[in-house]
């Protein structure tokens, strides 16, 4: 069965680098998420993407925050300058027309 | 602003039945999910309902929708220590098309 992958499983950081989290989803699927989970919270929406464009945000995505669809398979979320609060886990989803979302196994971002 | 509320922990003995629940406030929910999370993995869809129905059953499992009174559950029969996990609860707003996540119950399973 198709799934999304994503890439690095853990990236450790010092604060204030900039870090860049890949995600492959699957190939006919259309809309493309990403959530993130802090340790021991709820799983929360970052942004979702469409027609190569940003179709919502949350608070939390501020200018620190980008995401990019490069070359058609890729989905990158780059987060410029890092802060210790950034660490959480990293999920990139996608879906076809609609839902269900179908989750990757995430990146685990370490901000030291 | 819309929320989903779990409770954190359930312990059941292998063979008994399971019942997870979750409350949500969002009146315009079209979908409602249940993901497992085992540890070190992602979110593994288990199974939807849609918001027009009371209960959906998926082979061990099933589930109940109270659209009335907002509240969902996941029953899941014989259960074995292969289903100790983080269950999350998720509303699909129907607007954004955006999960609203509830903080997961940890199922454990006791031989």
């Known amino acids: 069965e198709p799934e999304v992958t994503q890439t690095p499983s853990h990236q450790v950081t010092q604060m204030g680098q900039e870090v860049i989290l890949r995600c492959v989803p699957i190939?006919?699927?259309?809309?493309f998420y990403w959530y993130r989970q802090i340790l021991g919270q709820k799983v929360e929406f970052l942004v979702s993407f469409y027609n190569n464009e940003i179709s919502e945000k949350s608070e939390i995505f501020d200018d620190q925050f980008s995401v990019e669809r490069p070359d058609g398979s890729n989905f990158t979320l780059k987060i410029r300058s890092t802060k210790l609060e950034d660490s959480a886990m990293y999920f990139c989803a996608s879906s076809e027309e609609g839902p269900p979302l179908h989750f990757g196994n995430g990146t685990r971002l370490t901000v030291t | 602003g819309e929320d989903v509320e779990q409770s954190l922990f359930l312990s059941v003995r292998e063979g008994d039945s399971s019942v997870i629940n979750c409350t949500y406030t969002?009146?315009?929910?079209?979908?409602l999910y249940w993901y497992k999370q085992e540890p070190g993995a992602g979110l593994q869809l288990l199974t939807y309902i849609f918001s027009n129905m009371d209960m959906k059953q998926d082979q061990r499992l099933t589930v109940l929708l109270n659209k009335k009174d907002k509240h969902l559950s996941l029953r899941i029969a014989d259960t074995q220590t292969g289903d100790s996990a983080i269950y999350f609860c998720?509303?699909?707003?129907?607007?954004?098309?955006?999960?609203?996540f509830g903080t997961g119950t940890r199922l454990k399973v006791l031989a």
């Open positions: 969002d009146s315009s929910s079209t979908y």
């Open positions: 190939s006919n699927h259309l809309y």
């Open positions: 998720a509303d699909l707003n129907k607007g954004t098309y955006k999960y609203i």
